[in-house]
Nanobody, 115 residues
Framework: QVQLAESGGGLVQAGGSLRLSCAAS????????TSWYRQAPGNERELVAA???????NYADSVKGRFTISRDNAKNTVYLQMNSLKPEDTAIYYC?????????WGEGTLVTVSS
């Protein structure tokens, strides 16, 4: 069993920055990949960024060059640094931990970017 807790969301003006955190607890050793997804009203949930246990990261084209995913293994935490935020980045951001047999999701944190 794994528990994920996101934090760091909030209201920010366009061009601003936020850092989201995803703290994992429980049986985290076998997590293969940790990802950030987002879901805006009326839209499907989409992948934003992902990072493997080994530290390899990949990003959606819409956030490349603006967002950075990183991990602190000592703190069992994955971060999403979001810079140059745009109103279209407004969404609920979710953290997902992928195991071989199943995925675990957090409850999400709301990011609102005002123009």
């Amino acid at each position: 069993q794994v528990q994920l807790a996101e934090s760091g969301g909030g209201l920010v003006q366009a061009g601003g920055s936020l850092r989201l955190s995803c703290a994992a607890s429980g049986s985290i050793f076998y997590i293969r990949m940790t990802s950030w997804y987002r879901q805006a009203p009326g839209n499907e949930r989409e992948l934003v960024a992902a990072i493997t246990r080994g530290g390899t990261a990949n990003y959606a084209d819409s956030v490349k060059g603006r967002f950075t995913i990183s991990r602190d293994n000592a703190k069992n935490t994955v971060y999403l640094q979001m810079n140059s935020l745009k109103p279209e980045d407004t969404a609920i951001y979710y953290c997902k931990a992928a195991f071989a047999s199943r995925d675990y999701w957090g409850e999400g944190t709301l990011v609102t970017v005002s123009s």
